[in-house]
């Protein structure tokens, strides 16, 4: 093998001679890669971005609330102790029976405490009083009442039912004996399918205008921008009042659902297009963009195929922190009339029935809906910040 033996630079003024190893190069002598090294240097991007995102404990936890609240969702017949419209005639305003495990200083598991009530002849009300000596054991995967699942079937199977003969208001019921916590779960089937319809319309939107003002400049980016701005300085629930209202009021329920769907994501695209448009504005030069446009490649491709994957993760994060205000935005309209109306339930409608704040002194437990709402809002927040910060690069 040759082997290179000069051990100076060339004769120039001022040079320094350097060493050089007389010893021939092995490349098998050199010191492999980690395993961890390897396994690292090889991830894809998405790999990255999924082990970033579980060293946030609090984003985790917060991916795993949600995907315990959508995977419910095409079950909760199942689920909800009752069926939707059913109606407990003797319990009109029943507060909430709690859940015990003792009794009398032994365990018995799981069961609640029957409730009888007589009428108060001053306020007008039913007086519920509980009945200690004989506890009721809750079932659990049982056969319940009767309902049809999705349309399609009649089916009695529940995960959890009433103690035989008796009642289970673990979140007491409304002013028609209905049990609030099975509407609670049936109102979480519209109330967060909302949010995830209405930002699939923001997100093509925002796609479309904020990559045709980003990629194309000039006069497009101009009049796109405009329009954005014109948008954003709107005051946001008046103009959803405005919209909401405009909905013709002998639409049925199902086409009131799309309308109010389609008015959220209309209303929510400016600021994903705004950061689709910065975005494009700082890839479009790029080598990569310049090779496809010499070779032939058109618009919509460079668009499609090049410059929108490069920052996918980023958009889904801002997506993620967007379907909050989707929720807020459907619960708000709903409680306010001009959304969704019953017979269709969704948190906001379950909430316009608790304006009556006569109602609310009397029966607090009214306002249940209000919890799924909060907790929903700050795990997708929690989530997507997780999700920005995991996307971020330089974080």
Known sequence: MNVITHTKAPADAGSTPHFVDPRPFDPGASEPM????????????????????????????????????????????????????????????????PVHLM????????????????????????????????????RFFC??????????????????????????????????????????????????????????????LGLLFGGLAGYLGGWVDNVIQRVIEILRSLPELPLWLALSA???????????????????????????ARAVRSKLLALREEDFVKAAELMGASRARIIGKHLIPNFMSHLIASAT?????????????????????PPITSWGVLLNEAQNLASVNLYPWLLAPIAPVVIVVLAFNFMGDGLRDAADPYH
């Open 34 to 97: 980690a395993n961890e090294d390897e396994r690292y240097w090889r991830a894809s991007a998405l790999t990255l971005i999924w082990w970033k995102f579980k060293r946030h404990r609090v984003a985790l936890a917060s991916a795993i609330v949600l995907l315990v609240f959508y995977a419910m969702l095409p079950f909760v017949e199942v689920v909800a102790p009752y069926p939707l419209t059913k109606r407990h005639g003797d319990f009109l305003y029943a507060p909430p029976q």
């Open 103 to 138: 009794h009398e200083g032994r365990f018995v598991g799981p069961f609640v405490y029957p409730y009888s009530f007589k009428f108060n002849l001053d306020t007008f009300t039913r007086d519920y009083e509980v009945d200690r000596s004989t506890p009721q054991p809750i």
């Open 143 to 204: 056969k319940g009442d009767t309902y049809s699942f999705w349309g399609l079937f009649d089916a009695s199977f529940h995960l959890v039912c009433a103690p035989e003969g008796g009642t289970m208001f673990l979140a007491g019921t409304d002013r028609l004996g209905r049990d609030v916590l099975s509407r609670i779960i049936y109102g979480a089937r519209i109330s967060l399918t909302v949010g995830l319809l209405g930002i699939a319309v923001s997100f093509a």
């Open 246 to 272: 405009a909905l013709p009021a002998n639409w049925s329920p199902l086409l009131v659902f799309f309308g109010i769907t389609i008015i959220l994501g209309l209303l929510d695209w400016p600021g994903l």
């Open 321 to 341: 922190l967007s379907i909050p205000s989707m929720i807020l935005g459907e619960t708000a309209l709903s409680f306010l009339g001009l959304g969704l109306r």
